[in-house]
């Protein structure tokens, strides 16, 4: 039974769809100032939906991951599980994540919960086996859970505050996949699968890189000064922009090597950061 549960665990991705359904909160207490129920299945709902989104995405790539060392022993290429066993748990999941939305929130909450996983599965994971510009259209699927939350609320989802928060997930997720495909790329490579450093030399990966992080703070600069209020908070999060800037910075142009992993981590949590801290300003607003 621990082997079956460390099975979902890993097809589904928890440790990704647990951020996914965070966003989704945070656009949901970004409307109503306050946390309820309503709020919690909302986050269940999506975490679900995301959750069968990963297992198709294993089941999809089955035959990629297999090639490459990093992925080799995911758990349908090392036969812990059939692929058609996998794609079942992903209907399972799907169908209870519907559910949940469908009984507890507006039903544009689950329309665009499919539109996420629409634009996950069937834009950017085919997508990326041809182009190693997938990244940009797959980016959605960062910008729509916070909207989900937010129309899930009853909000218009062309909110100008809404619009600003999704803009900075979808702009993030770009450096965000950049960064994995500069960690990995030469398994990419082995697998037959376009990767940036096919494309350009290691010079221009790393401006390229550091243009679209410098983008990225600047719609967090636009979030924290539009839509935060607290002043604490709007500090913090300078704060911790500051460090994030001046090391990848140092890292880009100070140090012979561009230190990928450690700035991927550290993007990372200033998504993170920016969730939590636009769910407590949401809250101390109220």
Same mark, same amino acid.
């Given at each position: ?156 989802? =062309?909110?100008?505050?809404?619009? %600003? &928060?999704?803009? *900075?997930?979808?702009?993030? @997720?770009?450096?965000? $996949?950049? /960064? +994995? ?34 983008? =990225?703070?600047?719609?967090?600069? %636009? &979030?924290?000064? *539009?839509?935060?209020?607290? @002043?604490?908070?709007? $500090?913090? /999060? +300078? ?48």
């Amino acid at each position: 039974m621990k082997e079956q549960i460390k099975i979902v665990y890993e097809l589904a991705k928890v440790r990704i769809s647990l951020p996914i359904a965070l966003s989704a909160v945070t656009g949901y207490v970004l409307f109503t100032r306050h946390m309820d129920a309503q709020g919690w299945l909302l986050g269940l709902g999506v975490f679900f939906m995301s959750c069968s989104s990963s297992v198709i995405n294993h089941w999809q790539e089955r035959r990629t991951d297999a090639q490459m060392i990093r992925t080799k022993n995911r758990p349908i290429p090392s036969g812990r599980i059939s692929a058609g066993n996998a794609f079942l748990i992903a209907v399972v999941l799907a169908v209870l994540g519907s559910g949940i939305l469908y009984v507890s929130n507006p039903v544009m909450a689950l329309i665009l919960s499919w539109l996420t996983l629409f634009f996950y599965n069937a834009v950017y994971t085919p997508l990326k086996k041809v182009s190693a510009f997938a990244v940009i259209p797959g980016s959605m699927v960062g910008a729509l859970p916070p909207i989900i939350g937010w129309t899930g609320a009853g909000g218009d989802p =062309t909110a100008e505050i809404i619009l %600003l &928060v999704a803009s *900075f997930f979808f702009i993030g @997720q770009i450096p965000h $996949f950049w /960064l +994995l495909l500069l960690m990995f790329g030469e398994q990419y490579k082995e697998a037959k699968m376009p990767s940036l450093n096919q494309i350009f030399e290691e010079a221009q990966i790393k401006r390229v890189t550091y243009a679209w992080v410098l983008t =990225t703070v600047a719609s967090a600069f %636009l &979030v924290i000064f *539009f839509v935060i209020g607290n @002043q604490l908070i709007m $500090f913090l /999060l +300078l704060f911790y922009i500051f460090y994030l800037l001046s090391s990848i910075s140092m890292s880009v142009f100070a140090q012979k090597e561009f230190k990928v992993r450690a700035s991927f981590y550290k993007l990372n949590f200033l998504y993170l950061f920016m969730m939590i801290f636009l769910i407590v300003d949401s809250l101390v607003k109220s």
